[in-house]
Each structure stands twice: as structure tokens, then as C-alpha cells.
T-cell receptor
């Protein structure tokens, strides 16, 4: 069993929909990262969380340390949000999830 | 502007011909790392460096070498590339590794070994 599990693996939605991507992990962590990988390949850090909730524009990330679970939400989704979203947890080293491929259709 | 710069971005090479992928960061970060990304496998760490002259193996170090002679540079060396090293490579840096700081990635290097 992978130490970091993301769900769903693939998600297709219509423009404007509220999107939720989940990340569950099985190890103790000191931080969790959400990153976005563009179709061209570049990877950008979105959030780093150790507790609670963070918001940046239409993106919201939450983490529940007790339940070992984090969610990334996108409000009012747009085709430019189409990307792979990757969760990674920090436990002496970074442990990577496999990513969630999101497609937003106009 | 905070940047991690990798070169080359695209390369096709032949089996056995030594190549180096350069990585440079301008943020005075201590921690640098190389990853490869293959379809269905996600990001896998090749080597990392905690600081100058301090490097260590990641999960998939076979066939690769690295060096960290200066804080800003962390080149990845393929002494004798083989087709199974065809992949997308990323260099990344962060302030340090201890508390999981923000990670900055290079644009990626697409490498094909024929």
C-alpha cells in the first residue's frame, strides 16, 4: 500500500463546478504540499500545510492531522485549471502521491 | 525572480554517450534534489543534497551521479545513458529539508536515450 494515496486519479468536470481532490497518508508528517503540474510539464508549489486551512484565490487546501487527510478544493473551476495536482507529505523526506489529472471542459 | 534553471530542456542522445543536465538556483537554498517522472510512477527521487559537498542517494540512484561544489549548482550526470533512463527530469530546491519548506522546481528536462 502506498504511503500517500490520492483520489480520484482522474477527474473531468464542467467549467464552474466545485472541485475536490483528496490526499490520504499513512505516516506521521510535519508538512503536506500541494503542487500543480501544467500540461507542458512545469511543476508549481501551491500550498504547504501543517495544520488547518489555507486559501489562495480560488484554491483552498485543508488538512486534518488526526485523520491523516488533506483536500484541495477549486471553486468556480476554469479550463485553465486543467493540470495534474500532486500531494506530497514531508516525513524526514518527501513522499509523493501519484497525482490527480483534472480536466475542466468549457 | 526566484528561479531554478535546468538545461537542456530537451535532449535526444545515444546509448553510452555521457551527458550532464545542469541545475542552478538563485535563492541561496541549502537543499537541492533531482527527480525523474515516468508515466504511472509519479516523481521518484534520484539524488539529493543537503548542502555544499553533501549528497546522498534517493530512491532510484542507479546510473546517475551528482556533485555539489557550489551552493547554487547541482548537476546531474549520466555517465553511460541507457534507454531506460528516457524520462522527464526535474531539479528542485528548498531552503532546507528539515521543516518542509516551499519547493521550487525547474521547468523539467525531457531526455530521450536511443
Amino acid at each position: 500500500k502506498n504511503e500517500v494515496e490520492q483520489s480520484p486519479q482522474n477527474l473531468t468536470a464542467q467549467e464552474g463546478e466545485f472541485i475536490t481532490i483528496n490526499c490520504s497518508y499513512s505516516v506521521g508528517i510535519s508538512a503536506l504540499h500541494w503542487l500543480q503540474q501544467h500540461p507542458g510539464g512545469g511543476i508549481v508549489s501551491l500550498f504547504m500545510l501543517s495544520s488547518g486551512k489555507k486559501k489562495h484565490g480560488r484554491l483552498i487546501a485543508t488538512i486534518n492531522i488526526q485523520e491523516k487527510h488533506s483536500s484541495l478544493h477549486i471553486t468556480a473551476s476554469h479550463p485553465r485549471d486543467s493540470a495534474v495536482y500532486i500531494c506530497a507529505v514531508f516525513n524526514y523526506q518527501l513522499i509523493w502521491g501519484a497525482g490527480t489529472k483534472l480536466i475542466i471542459k468549457p | 525572480e526566484a528561479q531554478v534553471t535546468q538545461n537542456p530542456r530537451y535532449l535526444i542522445t545515444v546509448t553510452g554517450k555521457k551527458l550532464t543536465v545542469t541545475c542552478s538556483q538563485n535563492m541561496n537554498h541549502e537543499y537541492m534534489s533531482w527527480y525523474r517522472q515516468d508515466p504511472g510512477l509519479g516523481l521518484r527521487q534520484i539524488y539529493y543534497s543537503m548542502n555544499v559537498e553533501v549528497t546522498d542517494k534517493g530512491d532510484v540512484p542507479e546510473g546517475y551521479k551528482v556533485s555539489r561544489k557550489e551552493k547554487r549548482n547541482f548537476p546531474l550526470i549520466l555517465e553511460s545513458p541507457s534507454p531506460n533512463q528516457t524520462s522527464l527530469y526535474f531539479c528542485a530546491s528548498s531552503l532546507n529539508r528539515v521543516f518542509g519548506n516551499t519547493i521550487y522546481f525547474g521547468e523539467g528536462s525531457w531526455l530521450t536515450v536511443v
